[in-house]
Nanobody, 115 residues
Framework: QVQLVESGGGLVQAGGSLRLSCAASGIAVSINAMGWYRQAPGKQREFVAT???????NYAQSVKSRFTISRDNAKNTVYLQMNSLKPEDTAVYYCNTIWMGYTHWGQGTQVTVSS
């Protein structure tokens, strides 16, 4: 059974930083592509970043150069380092992966950036 548990969200001032964590069980983040998405109030869930099994990364244009996705294979955890945060980054952030043809999501972690 795949389980993804996000943590690390919180309230931060504009220009600040946060690091989100996604602890995985039932899959190995070292061989599975992992992603981060976010959903702001009243908006659709949107792509933020992905990390491929071979280590390739891809970012939404709105976060490129500010956010970094990475993983710790020993901890089976994926991270999203978020720097230079803006009020428009306020959203619930979700970790996801696709395994055995199904898309799995965590419960999300709230990030609020005050101006």
């Amino acid at each position: 059974q795949v389980q993804l548990v996000e943590s690390g969200g919180g309230l931060v001032q504009a220009g600040g930083s946060l690091r989100l964590s996604c602890a995985a069980s039932g899959i190995a983040v070292s061989i599975n592509a992992m992603g981060w998405y976010r959903q702001a109030p009243g908006k659709q869930r949107e792509f933020v970043a992905t990390l491929g099994s071979a280590g390739s990364t891809n970012y939404a244009q709105s976060v490129k150069s500010r956010f970094t996705i990475s993983r710790d294979n020993a901890k089976n955890t994926v991270y999203l380092q978020m720097n230079s945060l803006k009020p428009e980054d306020t959203a619930v952030y979700y970790c996801n992966t696709i395994w055995m043809g199904y898309t799995h999501w965590g419960q999300g972690t709230q990030v609020t950036v005050s101006s």
